[in-house]
Each structure stands twice: as structure tokens, then as C-alpha cells.
């Protein structure tokens, strides 16, 4: 027998051994997707880290729909994000602190802690050296395979003292954008023959400078670049404990594994398409719809097209639209809104209005699709998410999209920590380990020879 053949029969019994009747999650009472029927989540944890709110509970315990609300360690990004913008600065530095220690920082505090993340930023050789021999296409695996590398230059790995656990997440964020603007220009150097640069970081830039100079050096941005990079990153550092990504760090950090092997899964979950890879799958289903829409201005004609791809007829056949929907959201996502904001101004300046006009009817016929196809039995409003206005964003400030996965990851590596050092801390900690029931058959062994 052929090893495609045998790999091919193996997988064939996957047809059976993998059905389960929509039916026994009722019968058995199984929270699918850790869900409540009404789509809420089941109540797994408590943090003082994020909160995300898209509804309220009423009296009665039936759902109220809310306008999306993010607060960081009690503060609401928009305040957050506002005051930032209106005093034309960068902050992801303070949001990290904030994360990390509780509080804001004062001005003393700020700027030896952005003195300590700058001091961090430069990779080992050795680091630099593998990413240069990984090569590889895809920069969240690199990025995955890099963290897993530091457990070995790291003199005390496996300590999971508070101390030791705070001084390895403030390295990790602080060479997350090392690693991965090196691990573009290797791919850029390998795949597209371009001139190969390794730059330095620069000690007395901001994380986001930093990352656009060892990405495209001096020449290559400007200072709206810087702050709109770090406002994005601002926007995508938190998200509560229970997304995927953040949930998955949470869940390793409770068997006391090491803080490399734990971050490396949680970028294994943040690359899905369903999680921080929708970002880059709504650039590429954006680029698919102007393609495939003569009329940018004609609804008729994009409804027609966005009911196909729901019904898996069109685009990748997915039966999704990229960016729009989210476990806990339903009126809005506001970090949606705040990218919105900043994609409609940069489209202005860069004269890019059509697009940004095109990208907002898509948002507003998605919503309108997806909620007529589910009709009365729709149990929950949907919105766009943060992934849909990020992409372009990205796009309008010079950076391809290669990095935009690795982006997510280089803002939220702040949220793991957090959540991680929380896991790692609270009295009562218990190993997260919930249950399944099995519902297959009792199967008597039968020996070899007798098969
Ligand atoms: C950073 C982030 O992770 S943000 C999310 C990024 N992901 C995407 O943009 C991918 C597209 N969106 C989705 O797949 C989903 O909306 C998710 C995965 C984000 C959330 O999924 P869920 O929590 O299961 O959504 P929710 O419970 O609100 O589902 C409501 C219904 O609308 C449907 N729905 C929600 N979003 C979409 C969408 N974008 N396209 C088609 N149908 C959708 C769901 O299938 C669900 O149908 P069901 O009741 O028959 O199961
Ligand atoms: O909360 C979620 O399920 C996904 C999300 O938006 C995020 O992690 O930023």
C-alpha cells in the first residue's frame, strides 16, 4: 500500500469518527464553543485586566444590546485613545504599564520604563541568526518559533516568581518588533530578491518608530506613520480573558508551564482566520470585491454578491464575511469605530476616499446580510469588528501585509502578560482542565491475530 493511500484510508474513517449528532450537545447540556444558548459566554474566570462589554443583563435575565465598551484596567480605550490623539503623542508605552502594573504611569515612571523597553529591544545574535535561517512565509509561525528559542537564552526560563515573570514579558514586548520586522526583510530579501537590512533599534524611539524604522528605515515613514501605528497598537493590546488567544495563554499558564512555550500558543491561536488572521482575509476578500463589483456605489449589486458568499458560492466558499461579528460585541465594536475614524482621515489625505466609501458600504450590506439571512431566528445583532478597518490602515501607512497578523501579535503580546501574571497569581488558582463525554461505544479488544 502507497503512503498516499494509507493517509487517504486513515482519513476516510475521520467521516465517521468524527460525527457527532447536533442533538447530543443539547441532550447533554454542552456549552458549544464555551456558549450559552443566547451566544454569552460561559463565565470561565475573573480578571481586573480588560472588560468587554457589548450587552447588559437585565432584571428579567433577558439581553440587552449595548454600544461595544473597552476599558483597560477600568479606563475606556476611546478616553484613552482621544486624549492621545488630541495631545498628537504616542502612548502604547503607558498602555503597557498600565496593563502590566494596574496603574498609569507618572512622568518619572514613563520614562524609565520606556528607557527598560528600549534597553530590551535588540535581539541576541543567535535569535537573529535562526530568523535569518527560518526564512519562511509566514511570520506568525517565525514569530511562534522565535519565543520558543528565547526559553533557551533565557537564564531563568521555567521561574515563575512575579519578579521573574515581569521581567520576561517586558522583554518579550519589547522584541516582538525585532522579530518580526527582521523576519520581513529575510522573507522580503528571499522571496522578492530586494536588498537585505537589518536595522538596529534605535534607543530613543517609541516601540511604533522603532518598528517602522527597522521595517523601512529613516526615509521610509513619517510622524503621522508613527501615530497612527501606535494608536492601532493601543487599540489591539487588551482584550479581556476570554478570547481565544488570551484564553490559550491563560489555559497553559495554568499548568505552570514556562512563559515562552505559553506566549508561543497564544500566537498559535491568534493567527486563525477566525481570530487575528481576519485581518489579513478581509484584505484579501476587499481586494476580491473590487474586483469583483463593477458599481462601488451599487447595493443592489453588492447585496446580490454578499448573499453568495454567505451561501458559500462565492469568494473562498467560506459562507463568511471577514470582519464582521464577534462573540461579545453587537451594536458596535469600538475599536472598530476608533479604526474607522482613522481610516476615513488617512483616506482623505491620501486620496484613497472611494475605497475607504467602498470598505464602508461593505461593512454597512454585511450587517444587513448576515442579520436578514438569520431573520426572526436571529438571536444577536452583529457589527463589524476590529479586524475590518485595520488592513487598510495598515495598507495607507506603508506596511504590507505580511506583517499584519504579526501586528496584532506585537500590540496583544501586552494583554498575554497581564493575563498570564494574572493566572499565575490569584489565591485559589486551580489547573483549568473542564470535561467531555465521551459518546462512543464500549469496543472489546481484539487481539493481532485474531483481526
Ligand atoms: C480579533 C477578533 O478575533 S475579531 C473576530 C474576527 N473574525 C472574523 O472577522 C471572522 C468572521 N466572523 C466570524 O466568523 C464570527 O462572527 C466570529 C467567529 C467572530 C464570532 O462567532 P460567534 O461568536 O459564533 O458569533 P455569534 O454567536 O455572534 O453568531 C451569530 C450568528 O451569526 C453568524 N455570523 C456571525 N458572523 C458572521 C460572519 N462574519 N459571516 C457570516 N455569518 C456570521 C454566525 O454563524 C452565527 O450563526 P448561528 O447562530 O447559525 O451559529
Ligand atoms: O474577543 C474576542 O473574541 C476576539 C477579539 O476581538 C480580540 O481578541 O481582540
Redesign the pocket.
Known amino acids: 500500500m502507497k503512503n498516499e493511500f494509507m493517509i487517504y484510508k486513515l482519513s476516510e474513517t475521520v467521516k465517521s469518527t468524527c460525527k457527532i449528532e447536533s442533538e447530543l450537545f443539547e441532550k447533554f447540556n454542552v456549552k458549544r464553543?464555551l456558549?450559552n444558548a443566547d451566544?454569552t459566554g460561559v463565565l470561565v474566570g475573573l480578571t481586573t485586566v480588560g472588560d468587554v462589554l457589548g450587552y447588559e443583563r437585565l432584571e428579567d435575565g433577558s439581553l440587552q444590546a449595548i454600544p461595544g465598551k473597552l476599558l483597560y484596567r477600568g479606563i475606556d480605550i476611546d478616553d484613552l485613545v482621544h486624549s492621545i490623539q488630541h495631545e498628537k503623542r504616542t502612548g502604547f508605552e503607558e498602555v503597557i504599564f498600565l496593563l502590566l502594573s494596574g496603574y498609569l504611569p507618572d512622568k518619572d515612571e514613563l520614562k524609565q520604563f520606556s528607557r527598560l523597553l528600549n534597553e530590551s529591544m535588540a535581539l541576541e545574535k543567535q535569535t537573529k541568526m535562526s530568523i535569518i535561517q527560518l526564512e519562511g512565509q509566514n511570520i506568525m509561525n517565525i514569530l511562534a518559533r522565535t519565543v520558543l528559542e528565547m526559553y533557551t537564552y533565557d537564564e531563568a526560563p521555567d521561574d515563575t516568581t512575579r519578579e521573574n515573570l515581569m521581567r520576561q514579558s517586558i522583554d518579550l514586548v519589547a522584541k516582538f518588533p525585532a522579530i518580526i520586522a527582521y523576519a520581513y526583510n529575510i522573507l522580503r530579501h528571499s522571496a522578492k530578491g530586494q536588498s537585505l537590512h537589518i536595522r538596529h533599534p534605535n534607543e530613543n524611539f517609541s516601540i511604533a518608530e522603532n518598528f517602522l524604522y527597522m521595517m523601512k528605515g529613516s526615509n521610509g515613514y513619517t510622524n503621522l506613520d508613527v501615530r497612527v501605528l501606535d494608536l492601532a497598537m493601543i487599540i489591539h493590546a487588551e482584550h479581556g480573558g476570554g478570547?481565544n488567544s488570551t484564553f490559550t495563554v491563560r489555559v497553559t499558564s495554568s499548568t505552570g508551564t514556562d512563559t515562552y512555550s505559553s506566549i508561543a500558543a497564544g500566537i498559535g491561536s491568534l493567527k486563525g482566520?477566525?481570530?487575528?488572521g481576519?485581518n489579513l482575509?478581509v484584505c484579501s476578500m476587499f481586494e476580491h470585491l473590487k474586483e469583483a463589483i463593477n458599481d462601488w456605489t451599487d447595493v443592489k449589486e453588492l447585496d446580490t454578491y454578499l448573499a453568495k458568499m454567505?451561501n458559500r458560492e462565492a469568494y473562498n466558499k467560506a459562507?463568511?464575511?471577514?470582519?464582521?461579528?464577534?462573540?461579545v460585541y453587537t451594536i458596535s465594536d469600538p475599536r472598530a469605530s476608533l479604526l474607522k475614524e482613522m481610516a476615513r482621515d488617512l483616506a482623505e489625505e491620501k486620496g484613497r476616499q472611494k475605497e475607504f466609501e467602498f470598505l464602508q458600504l461593505i461593512e454597512e450590506r454585511a450587517i444587513n446580510a448576515?442579520m436578514s439571512r438569520?431573520g426572526s431566528k436571529a438571536?444577536?445583532q452583529?457589527c463589524a469588528?476590529?479586524?475590518l478597518y485595520s488592513g487598510f490602515v495598515y495598507e495607507m501607512i506603508g506596511l504590507p501585509k505580511e506583517v499584519y497578523t504579526a501586528l496584532f501579535a506585537m500590540s496583544r503580546i501586552v494583554g498575554w502578560c497581564a493575563h498570564r501574571i494574572e493566572e499565575l497569581n490569584f489565591d485559589d488558582r486551580r489547573i483549568i482542565r473542564p470535561a467531555y463525554k465521551n459518546i462512543g461505544d464500549f469496543v472489546e479488544f481484539v487481539s493481532l491475530k485474531d483481526r
Do not use: F, S, T, W
Open positions: 464553543g456558549r451566544h478570547n482566520p477566525l481570530h487575528g481576519a482575509q454567505l459562507g463568511l464575511i471577514y470582519g464582521i461579528g464577534h462573540a448576515v438569520k438571536k444577536k452583529v469588528n476590529v479586524d
